[in-house]
């Protein structure tokens, strides 16, 4: 270890230079890459006011939908609704593209043209998908509220994509909450359906048994163990009908308060406005700077290495015998000059 000190200390410029010069180029490209605009929004996200509450006690509300909507912006599904229903999608087939690098070679080769075109609907839709994607940052900032950031170099496409985002996430939230309501009360009706018919075979198997036992009806009759059995078989498919009909009716009220306001158990606290400052994003910086400082240290580990291991010259009295083969008889050490 005292070998690589002095090697460092003794070659300190050639072994910096490279890191300060990868770092160097690092900010450059930092600072060539072009200025984007951030549009944020926020959410203001309460348990869920219909239904079971079936979320998750340790995590708070934030947190759920925030990793909901983050899951939902790595779809093509969400994405591209999310284009077309904000300036993304309008803004992307109206900016002319033209082949590039090995596309515009292979063009070349093959006699096809290479001048500025418009994209088609689906290179419009798959554009669109790399773009959100990549440049929407869902985080919660709090146990109720969720931020929502969207980078692009168009400011007014900026605040119109955010705020698609934020539109389509609480339109996907109440379809999906009134596609379950609606499972649920299709399943409850079906179940009404069956025990209806159980109870209509009860009725009919307690007026057929007093048909053949008219003296049964006599309030003053002997009690039958047949006749009550059936009549309690009768009163529990009453009692079921009624407890299914009831879930039915809760479903249906479930599926008709989804179309209230806030119904989603969130709500928009802040719109996403247009941005009015360009900045550098500062995922790209961060990349940037990160992997600069990692190939310098790279560089500068492996330099020391190599200089080193090259490095033949006997500094220490213990070094005399691994480096000659020779016992060493005495050393003199080193003394300064002194001032007269």
């Given at each position: ?30 600072v ?83 001048s ?103 309030p ?39 179309s ?11 719109p ?19 992997a ?49």
């Open positions: 270890m005292v070998r690589y000190l002095e090697t460092f200390f003794r070659y300190r410029l050639l072994l910096l230079a490279p890191v300060a010069l990868i770092l160097l180029v690092s900010g450059a490209v930092i060539a890459q072009p200025v984007v605009y951030t549009a944020s929004t926020r959410l203001w996200v309460d348990k869920p006011v219909l239904g079971p509450d079936d979320s998750n006690p340790y995590i708070s509300p934030a947190a759920q939908q925030a990793s909901s909507l983050q899951e939902l912006t790595y779809t093509r599904y969400f994405t591209v609704r999310v284009a077309r229903r904000g300036p993304l999608a309008g803004y992307l087939a109206s900016q002319p593209v033209a082949p590039r690098g090995l596309s515009w070679f292979k063009s070349k080769l093959l006699g096809r043209d290479t500025a075109r418009r994209p088609s609907p689906e290179e419009v839709d798959g554009m669109a998908y790399d773009i959100v994607s990549k440049n929407v940052a869902v985080y919660a900032v709090g146990p109720q509220i969720v931020q929502i950031d969207f980078l692009y170099g168009d400011a007014r496409v900026a605040s119109g994509t955010a705020q698609a985002v934020v539109d389509q996430f609480l339109d996907e939230t109440l379809t999906s909450r009134k596609a379950r309501s609606q499972v649920v009360s299709d399943f409850y009706a079906g179940q009404v359906k069956s025990a209806q018919d159980a109870l209509a075979a009860a009725d009919q198997a307690v007026n057929q048994y007093l048909a053949a036992h008219p003296e049964l009806r006599a003053n009759a002997v009690p039958d163990a047949r006749l009550v059995q059936l009549q309690r078989a009768d009163q529990q498919a009453r009692d079921s009908v009624s407890s299914l009909q009831s879930k039915v009716d809760s479903a249906k009220l479930d599926h008709a308060a989804l209230a306001p806030g119904a989603s158990g969130m709500r928009l606290l802040d996403a406005g247009v941005p009015a400052q360009p900045g550098v994003s500062i995922r790209l910086a961060v990349q940037a700077l990160g600069g400082l990692g190939l310098g240290v790279l560089v500068l580990v492996l330099g020391l290495l190599a200089l080193t291991l090259a490095d033949r010259t006997v500094r220490r009295p213990e070094e005399v015998e691994h480096a000659l083969g020779l016992r060493l008889a005495g050393w003199v050490p080193y003394l300064p000059p002194r001032a007269p």
